[in-house]
């Protein structure tokens, strides 16, 4: 039998976009078998009205999960892989940046060549300077913290198989990475060339905010590369105090007049206790993020779920 597919979209403030792109996905469904699993972050407009709206026309196609508050794009994306059944999970924004008509691309890429995970490679970015350049620190970090190969981009736009899903879910961190839990699981990846297209509606959810917690969440829960650098830098800065201990005894030794540098001083303490705050501020990430897993803070919190194939209308979650 063909495969089956499950899109997963994470919807924050889509009102004006959302409903017109459930349609264009299944006016023309990328697989015999299509559902789709509308996941809404605690948007502020309209958008919960929408998606109920479109379970109410499409009962068994499509599946609304509304979360009890805004958690973040990669939460949102869990609970929704975690409510997938299809053979592949499509991953996308919810604003037609992604082309529905690419979706058959990524799947096709997907099965015939027996990826785990499949990226669109978006060939001309549309957007906004701050997303990308975002985009491009986060790429070149992940490519040293999380061994990504430096050709592959990494994109929400992405096509995961059935044992790559479920390999995700097992995480219930508080603070997921859905990429990072992709590298950390398989090599096995592709990418497809796609076009990107302007936003038809609202405006990007990021801001510099945001895009700094995804980043610590990378550093700090998917790499223990940070606190191997503060080991590195500790022992380059004791090296360093050595060569001037020593540098000191023989200027002793050898009688030379050195006059008193208290400018020299103070700017070396402000240095040094700026880089000791720091490593204090990583090391307590560790730990904080430590205690909320050991707290079982929730990854999410589902306040109701609608349509889906016989789902019942309420569920609580987490």
């Known amino acids: 039998m063909p495969p089956s597919l499950s899109i997963v979209i994470p919807v924050y403030n889509a009102e004006a976009s959302i409903g017109r792109l459930v349609e264009r996905l299944l006016a023309a469904p990328p697989a015999a078998r299509t559902d789709i699993v509308l996941v809404n972050d605690g948007s502020r407009d309209g958008s919960h009205a929408a998606c109920v709206a479109l379970c109410e026309r499409f009962p068994r196609q499509?599946?609304?999960?509304r979360l009890?508050?805004?958690f973040g794009e990669h939460n949102a994306v869990m609970a929704g892989l975690a409510q997938a059944k299809g053979d592949y999970v499509i991953t996308m924004d919810d604003d037609f940046q992604n082309p529905p008509e690419e979706v058959t691309r990524l799947l096709?890429?997907?099965?015939?060549?027996?990826?785990?995970?499949?990226?669109?490679a978006f060939r001309e970015k549309r957007h906004g300077r701050l997303r990308n350049w975002g985009s491009r620190f986060n790429d070149r970090v992940a490519t040293y913290?999380?061994?990504?190969?430096?050709?592959l981009y990494l994109s929400t736009f992405r096509c995961l198989s059935r044992f790559l899903v479920d390999e995700i879910v097992r995480y219930t961190g508080p603070g997921p990475y859905v990429d990072g839990l992709i590298l950390r699981t398989t090599d096995n990846i592709g990418q497809v060339a796609v076009e990107h297209r302007d936003r038809e509606?609202?405006?990007?959810?990021y801001t510099l905010w945001k895009l700094m917690r995804l980043w610590l969440?990378?550093?700090?829960?998917?790499?223990?590369?940070?606190?191997?650098?503060?080991?590195?830098?500790?022992?380059?800065?004791g090296g360093f105090g050595l060569v001037m201990a020593v540098w000191s005894l023989l200027e002793k030794l050898f009688g030379v007049d050195v006059p008193a540098?208290?400018?020299?001083?103070?700017?070396?303490?402000?240095i040094f206790s700026g880089i000791q705050l720091v490593m204090l501020g990583l090391l307590g990430e560790y730990v904080g993020r430590t205690l909320l897993e050991t707290n079982r803070s929730p990854q999410y919190v589902v306040r109701e779920i609608h349509g889906g194939d016989g789902r019942p209308d309420k569920e609580p979650g987490a």
């Open 62 to 65: 499509v599946a609304y999960l």
């Open 68 to 70: 009890a508050r805004n």
């Open 108 to 120: 096709a890429a997907a099965v015939s060549c027996g990826y785990d995970a499949v990226y669109a």
């Open 145 to 151: 913290l999380l061994g990504k190969p430096p050709q």
């Open 201 to 205: 509606a609202g405006q990007s959810g």
């Open 217 to 237: 969440t990378m550093f700090v829960n998917f790499s223990i590369a940070p606190l191997r650098f503060a080991s590195l830098l500790g022992l380059c800065i």
């Open 261 to 270: 540098g208290w400018t020299t001083l103070y700017i070396t303490g402000i």
